[in-house]
């Protein structure tokens, strides 16, 4: 089954048997409601719910041929360099883009946050779960992003789904590129309204859509702001401007941006110099603030009725205190050394410029993130495989996070790697694509 694109995959990813787009039992030898009802009076369970089980086997078969990619056990904290079973290995699949997760300050931070609040909240922030570190790390993002009020939320992922799925009712509209992040993917298909997607990056198929559109009816609009496989960024001046044109808000997910684009880095919106313009802020704290959790920021009214009707914030356990406390320490440290988010750029050029010397295929990343395109998909595995066995971490994005065909190798940069670390991986990088004939 060829997937036609990335949404499209990751819900026939929901149903599927098989990791790698295995083709589903067709529909007519699936037993009805009357035939399951049926056996279960009878005793007997209908074995189609762990059909998809059994008939499970890609991870199988990778184990077997020693290249399976995945939950690699890190021994020590994520830096530059990890320890993967005794071995130093160079660091270039993390998210960690200011390189801040091992840094002392943060670590101070947290311990005295458990010693002050304890290890959690023991509930939602809509009862018991609210403390004074939330409000101040609320506050603290609003200015970063120059916006009336933020709301925390315990994941990121958390966040997409709590805001999308509570603005969006009957009758409304939400539109998404096609490469956005299974986050957004999972909020738009939990709205009461009608779903519509556009080809990635291509405005004038937004506009298309928006087009026929009832000119009254509720639309928002939701992109990543940095595309997390791809490295690419949207267009938001012709995003906002077609916004405008047809009534729509817009929401932009910053989980790859924030740290890394814009004033101090507050995110895309700010780089494109359109905060105004953009109703909506989302952001991770996985990432560049060195934590875990999520938040979104918007207009005060929005962000009240958000905490009165997002059902993923009220009905989750809040964001921990020693989690609250990193992401604090992890934003005042980058608005203090801005010659972080610095540094992060110039690792990223030179590791770009050595990649594209050496030949390799990047697409068309314009952020930290280096999708070094190999489209097939062991090959993908081969090569995240062989730069393990000389030293360096990478991660290999395949369908349903990429189209099949577009299979690829995702490299990301922080502002702590050093010159000659890059130099080390590009030396490596080149080895091993001239030895699987990438290059």
């Avoid at 993390?94 to 311990?111: D, F, M, Q």
């Avoid at 050496?358 to 998909?377: C, E, M, N, W």
């Amino acid at each position: 089954m060829i997937y036609q694109d990335k949404t499209a995959a990751l819900e026939q990813d929901r149903r599927s048997a098989d990791l790698y787009a295995q083709p589903r039992r067709p529909a007519a030898t699936e037993p009805n409601h009357r035939m399951v009802r049926s056996k279960a009076a009878t005793g007997p369970r209908s074995p189609s719910m762990l059909d998809k089980v059994k008939n499970f086997n890609s991870a199988t078969r990778l184990r077997a041929a020693g290249l399976y990619p995945y939950f690699r056990v890190i021994s020590s904290a994520q830096d530059t360099e990890v320890d993967i079973d005794g071995k130093k290995v160079l660091m270039l699949g993390s998210n960690s883009y200011l390189g801040l997760t091992n840094h002392p300050k943060i670590k101070e931070a947290t311990r005295a946050a458990v010693d002050k609040y304890g290890t959690g909240c023991a509930g939602s922030r809509f009862l018991n779960g609210t403390l004074d570190i939330h409000i101040e790390l609320e506050q603290e993002l609003a200015r970063l992003v120059n916006k009336e009020a933020v709301l925390l939320y315990s994941t990121g992922f958390q966040v997409n789904l709590g805001v999308i799925s509570a603005l969006v009712g009957k009758g409304e509209y939400v539109l998404g590129d096609k490469s956005n992040h299974a986050s957004i993917v999972e909020g738009c298909l939990l709205t009461q309204g009608r779903f519509l997607r556009f080809a990635h990056r291509d405005m004038a198929a937004l506009e298309n859509r928006l087009r026929h559109l009832e000119p009254d009816a509720g639309k928002l609009i939701v992109v990543d702001g940095v595309f997390s496989m791809e490295g690419d960024i949207i267009q938001l001046p012709e995003l906002c401007r077609l916004a405008s044109a047809h009534n729509a808000l817009v929401m932009v997910d910053d989980a790859h941006a924030i740290g890394v684009l814009g004033k101090q880095g507050a995110g895309t919106a700010s780089h494109f110099g359109l905060t105004e313009q953009v109703h909506l802020i989302m952001g991770t704290f996985s990432k560049s603030l060195a934590s875990l959790g999520g938040f979104i920021a918007s207009d005060a009214a929005t962000i009240d009725y958000l905490k009165h009707h997002s059902r993923a914030l009220i009905f989750s356990a809040s964001m921990s205190p020693a989690n609250a406390a990193a992401v604090l320490a992890a934003l005042r440290i980058m608005l203090e050394e801005p010659e972080r988010i610095q540094r992060l750029w110039h690792n990223t050029q030179r590791m770009k410029q050595g990649l594209l010397s050496l030949g390799f295929d990047l697409g068309d990343s314009q952020t930290p993130i280096l999708p070094v395109y190999v489209r097939d998909l062991m090959t993908a595995f081969q090569f995240c495989k062989r730069l393990q066995d000389e030293g360096v971490f990478v991660n290999p994005v395949v369908s349903p996070a990429v189209p099949p065909g577009q299979e690829l190798i995702r490299l990301s940069l922080m502002a702590t790697h050093t010159d000659r670390q890059i130099d080390f991986a590009l030396d490596k990088l080149g080895k091993v694509g001239r030895e699987l004939g990438l290059i």
